[in-house]
Structures are given as C-alpha cells and as structure tokens.
C-alpha cells in the first residue's frame, strides 16, 4: 500500500500534470479522474507486470522480510524524491529493490529479464519523445490547414487532451499497480484481482494526498504547455506505455511523461525546454533505482546479521 | 452535438449580446447625429431605444455568465469568453453614455463645429461595424485566424482616425473665442464620444488575444 502511495503522490503527474499545468482541469478532478481509470487500468489489465515483478526478475520465492524490506526501500527514494518535486520512476525503484533483495537473499536473479527492462527505460522516453515531436508536428501541420481557433475547437481539444489523460491513468494503472503489488503477489496470500484493486486503490490515495507537488514540475517545469501540446504528450505517452504493458515490461510513468513532454517541448526549439529539470529528473531516474537496490540490499544483510 | 449542447447555447447568446449591443450604438449614433441636426424629439427617442437596448445587453450578459460558470466551455476558456463579452457590453455601455451626455448635459456646439463633431460621432461609434463582423467571424468558426485578426486591425484603424479627428477638434475648440467653461463641456462631450471607439479598440485587443492563445 505504501508502495502504492507513492505511485499515486509522484505519476498523478505523469497523468494529469499535463492538463492540470496548462489549466483545463483543476487538480481535484484531476485526482478523481486518476483514481476511476488506476483503478480500472490496474483490474483490468495490470496483471502481465505483476507476474513480471513477482516472479519474471527474481525467480525463487521471497519471505515476508525480503518483500517488505523490498518494498520499503524502494518507497522511501520515490517519497524522497515526491518530495523534492522530481517525477522519478517508481518501476525503476521497484525492480531496483527487488533486484538489490534478490542478491541479498542469494536467490536467482534473472539479469537477462531484468537488461531487457533497463533497457525499456531508456527506449521507453526516447520512442515517446520521437512520437510526440511528429505528433505535435502534425497537429501544428492540421490546425495551421484549418487555421480554426474558434472557443468551440479550443474547448473539444481540451476536452480531448482530459480523455487522453484518462488513458495515461488507465496505462499507468496497468503498468504501475503491478508494481506496488508484483513482490507480494509472490507471496501468494491474496488473490491476484484483490492484490490489484488494493494496488489500484493505494495510488488513488496517493495521488489525492501528496501528488500536487511532482504534477507542478511535469505541468509547468519542463516546459509551459498549450492545449494541443498537453493532448500530443498525453496520447504519446498513454501508448508508449500501454504498449509495454502489454507486453508485460515495468516501464516508467514518469519517463513516459517527461519524454512527451520533451518531444513537444523542441517542437519549440531548445530555448522552451528547461535544462536544469531535466538534469534534475535524469539524476533522479538515475538514483532511485540505484539507491533503492543498494539499500535493500545493505538493510536486508543488516537485519540478518542484528537477528539470525 | 448534444456534447456540446451547453457551449451551442452561450454561442446564441454571444452572438443574441452582440447584435443588442451593435442596435444600441447605432441607436446611441442616430441620437447623436439628430441632437446635432437640431431634432431633440427625435434624439431622444433614440436616446431612449439605446437605454433600453443597453439594459437588454446587460441581461444577457448575465445569462451568459451564469450558462458559463454552471459547466458550459472548460474552465481554462471561461474566463477568456467572458472577458470578452465583457469588453463588448462597454462598448454598449459607453454608446449609452454618450447618448446621455448629449441629451442630458446639451452641450451647446458651435455651428461651425456641428460638422467636425458629426464626423467624430460617426467615426467613434461607427466601429461597431468592424467590431461585429470580427466577433463574428471569430464566434461561427468559419474564418481564418488571420481574416479575424485583419478585422481587428481594421478596428485599430479606425481608432487612430477617431484619435486624429479628436486631436484636430480638441485643438479648434481650445483656439476658438468661446467661453472656456464652454470649451471644458465640449471636450467633455467629445472625451465620450471617442471613449466608444476606445472601448471598442479594448475589445479588438481582447479577441486578438483570444485568437493568438488558440494559434500553436
């Protein structure tokens, strides 16, 4: 649950940020809106990342004290860096955790599995950034064609920029709750669907109580949004990561969401994109898993040698 | 669509407002032109027309607030549609105003100056031409931003024509024989005459912000 409420307080950003920055829905919906389709997206489909993190990287069965020192670890960097505003990734964490637990308790860890998901997190921003820079290039191309500006257009993109924020909260919740519950699915103590909706609930939780800070940095930091460039990041973002969920890689809300916002950002040229966040977020990609593998791995060894 | 049943409905009303308020400046003009011909009994039934015309406005514009802010247009718009109805109803606003300084302050014009004072109130409150066909054309969506924003140029046009006829007449009534108590009441009277074009010019402004936040 803890897990999950970091999920939902650092990626309401990656959902909402977006719309919630560039002002067409105020922060309250937004967190409504990232609770219904979460919870949707976790139920219906967070199934494939789930099996991934409970068994796909790590492939023996973890105790009770692995998985929560698994867990704890990873939550704690991804608070630290909710509160510090950085949009990190809590996949990342995650499988940086369970990976760092995994070599604590010598059990086999699959680094064949787990290259294939470090390496969607860099393919995962990059692709996004690639589809939302020609996206937002078409979108430029099909609004200068028309050159309709009118309140009634204005208001249907917006209206299509909230339903493509929906998506990236139904993607995150296929991709994320997996994550918050994957290690304790392992475990075997609760149904797949219930471990889902708790996850599913975890990160409605989250994202009412602590999201706002990261979704100031994802809505206004990078770069100040339009309606089109909040809808081009959102569509680009929703199906880089619905892609991967269904193909069952853990990959990150946040450097889904980054990357778009990035993509739409140089579509303005380099001068619209704040290069001191971006370091930030890149330091903070790079550190949360890291830290969260050591850390577990270090506490988990500490613990053992305090009771055994 | 009946998805965007509610923002149909402020449409109607925007364009119900700004044909209300165009009666009303042309009714506000036809008063001005008939004081200035002498025919008091005809300006005031103008003058009367543009009172109520003006009221009508201000009803409207209220609907148009409360359909706005009870879910019609996303908030993020809102605020931008109704600034400009807001700007258009004081172009309404300061016709009706001019229309009562002409009729309840009589200033008393020079025969000699009725022409340059006549060609002042058409040029100021003859804006609301281009100030329609822009709004309109902005509001039923089927010009081009750049049609738009050539009517709003058109309005600033006219506006620097109203400005150089008010310097022109500010310069002949101040070099003229008259009692200055008089000169001050007529450059009153023409501070409201041009505040029409002024207000007009505002809402000119207003749009074309409107339509350079819809451009990417």
């Given at each position: 649950m803890y897990v999950g409420w970091n999920i939902g307080a650092n990626d309401t950003a990656n959902c909402m940020g977006t719309s919630v920055g560039c002002g067409l829905i105020s922060f309250r919906n937004a967190v409504i809106l990232v609770a219904i389709f979460s919870i949707l997206g976790a139920l219906l489909q967070g199934q494939n990342v789930m099996n991934t993190i409970g068994r796909g990287i790590v492939k023996s069965d973890l105790s009770y004290q692995a998985v929560i020192i698994a867990l704890v670890c990873s939550g704690f960097f991804v608070t630290l860096a909710t509160f510090f505003r950085i949009p990190t990734s809590t996949s990342q964490a995650i499988v940086g955790g369970v990976v760092g637990i995994g070599l604590a308790v010598n059990a086999e860890v699959d680094f064949s599995k787990f290259i294939v998901i470090a390496e969607s997190w860099v393919i995962c921003p990059l692709m996004v950034m690639a589809l939302s820079f020609g996206l937002m290039h078409l979108i430029k191309l099909i609004l200068r064609r028309f050159e309709t500006g009118s309140f009634r257009f204005q208001n249907a993109l917006g209206w299509l920029a909230i339903g493509s924020a929906c998506y990236v909260a139904f993607s995150m919740g296929a991709n994320n709750a997996g994550n918050a519950v994957g290690p304790i699915a392992n475990l075997k103590i609760l149904h797949p669907k219930l471990l889902l909706l708790m996850g599913g609930l975890s990160i409605a939780v989250g994202a009412a109580t602590y999201g706002r800070k990261v979704a100031d940095t994802v809505g206004k930091g990078i770069t100040p949004l339009d309606i089109p460039g909040a809808f081009v990041a959102q569509v680009s973002s929703a199906f880089g990561m619905h892609l991967f969920s269904l193909l069952g890689i853990p990959v990150s809300t946040s450097s889904a969401i980054v990357g778009a916002v990035v993509g739409v950002g140089l579509v303005k040229g380099?001068?619209?994109?704040s290069k001191k966040t971006i370091a930030t977020i890149l330091l903070g990609w790079l550190l949360t898993p890291t830290f969260a593998a050591v850390s577990s791995y270090l506490l988990y060894n500490f613990i053992k040698t305090l009771f055994v | 669509m009946a998805l965007f049943k509610k923002e149909k409905a402020v449409n109607k009303l925007i364009l119900k407002h700004l044909d209300m308020v165009e009666d009303c400046v042309q009714a506000s003009l036809k008063a001005g032109e008939f004081y200035l011909g002498g025919d008091l009994s005809q300006a005031k039934v103008h003058a009367r027309n543009s009172q109520s015309l003006e009221s009508e406005a201000d009803l409207v514009r209220h609907d148009i607030r409360d359909k706005l802010y009870s879910g019609a247009y996303l908030p993020l718009l809102r605020e931008d549609i109704y600034k400009l109805v807001e700007s258009i109803d004081k172009v309404g606003n300061a016709a009706e105003a001019c229309c009562d300084f002409f009729l309840n302050q009589r200033p008393v014009v020079p025969e000699e100056m009725k022409s340059s004072f006549l060609a002042v109130t058409r040029e100021s409150l003859g804006i609301i031409v281009s100030l329609k066909l822009a709004i309109l054309c902005y509001f039923k969506g089927d010009c081009k931003i750049e049609t738009v924003r050539d009517h709003t140029r058109d309005i600033g046009l006219q506006e620097s024509r109203v400005d150089k006829l008010e310097w022109d007449l500010t310069k002949e009534i101040f070099i003229s024989e008259m009692d200055f108590a008089l000169k001050l009441h007529l450059r009153l009277c023409l501070d409201s005459i041009v505040e029409v074009s002024d207000r007009a010019e505002d809402a000119g402004d207003q749009l074309e912000l409107a339509t350079l936040k819809a451009m990417v």
């Amino acid at each position: 649950m803890y897990v999950g409420w970091n999920i939902g307080a650092n990626d309401t950003a990656n959902c909402m940020g977006t719309s919630v920055g560039c002002g067409l829905i105020s922060f309250r919906n937004a967190v409504i809106l990232v609770a219904i389709f979460s919870i949707l997206g976790a139920l219906l489909q967070g199934q494939n990342v789930m099996n991934t993190i409970g068994r796909g990287i790590v492939k023996s069965d973890l105790s009770y004290q692995a998985v929560i020192i698994a867990l704890v670890c990873s939550g704690f960097f991804v608070t630290l860096a909710t509160f510090f505003r950085i949009p990190t990734s809590t996949s990342q964490a995650i499988v940086g955790g369970v990976v760092g637990i995994g070599l604590a308790v010598n059990a086999e860890v699959d680094f064949s599995k787990f290259i294939v998901i470090a390496e969607s997190w860099v393919i995962c921003p990059l692709m996004v950034m690639a589809l939302s820079f020609g996206l937002m290039h078409l979108i430029k191309l099909i609004l200068r064609r028309f050159e309709t500006g009118s309140f009634r257009f204005q208001n249907a993109l917006g209206w299509l920029a909230i339903g493509s924020a929906c998506y990236v909260a139904f993607s995150m919740g296929a991709n994320n709750a997996g994550n918050a519950v994957g290690p304790i699915a392992n475990l075997k103590i609760l149904h797949p669907k219930l471990l889902l909706l708790m996850g599913g609930l975890s990160i409605a939780v989250g994202a009412a109580t602590y999201g706002r800070k990261v979704a100031d940095t994802v809505g206004k930091g990078i770069t100040p949004l339009d309606i089109p460039g909040a809808f081009v990041a959102q569509v680009s973002s929703a199906f880089g990561m619905h892609l991967f969920s269904l193909l069952g890689i853990p990959v990150s809300t946040s450097s889904a969401i980054v990357g778009a916002v990035v993509g739409v950002g140089l579509v303005k040229g380099m001068k619209a994109i704040s290069k001191k966040t971006i370091a930030t977020i890149l330091l903070g990609w790079l550190l949360t898993p890291t830290f969260a593998a050591v850390s577990s791995y270090l506490l988990y060894n500490f613990i053992k040698t305090l009771f055994v | 669509m009946a998805l965007f049943k509610k923002e149909k409905a402020v449409n109607k009303l925007i364009l119900k407002h700004l044909d209300m308020v165009e009666d009303c400046v042309q009714a506000s003009l036809k008063a001005g032109e008939f004081y200035l011909g002498g025919d008091l009994s005809q300006a005031k039934v103008h003058a009367r027309n543009s009172q109520s015309l003006e009221s009508e406005a201000d009803l409207v514009r209220h609907d148009i607030r409360d359909k706005l802010y009870s879910g019609a247009y996303l908030p993020l718009l809102r605020e931008d549609i109704y600034k400009l109805v807001e700007s258009i109803d004081k172009v309404g606003n300061a016709a009706e105003a001019c229309c009562d300084f002409f009729l309840n302050q009589r200033p008393v014009v020079p025969e000699e100056m009725k022409s340059s004072f006549l060609a002042v109130t058409r040029e100021s409150l003859g804006i609301i031409v281009s100030l329609k066909l822009a709004i309109l054309c902005y509001f039923k969506g089927d010009c081009k931003i750049e049609t738009v924003r050539d009517h709003t140029r058109d309005i600033g046009l006219q506006e620097s024509r109203v400005d150089k006829l008010e310097w022109d007449l500010t310069k002949e009534i101040f070099i003229s024989e008259m009692d200055f108590a008089l000169k001050l009441h007529l450059r009153l009277c023409l501070d409201s005459i041009v505040e029409v074009s002024d207000r007009a010019e505002d809402a000119g402004d207003q749009l074309e912000l409107a339509t350079l936040k819809a451009m990417v």
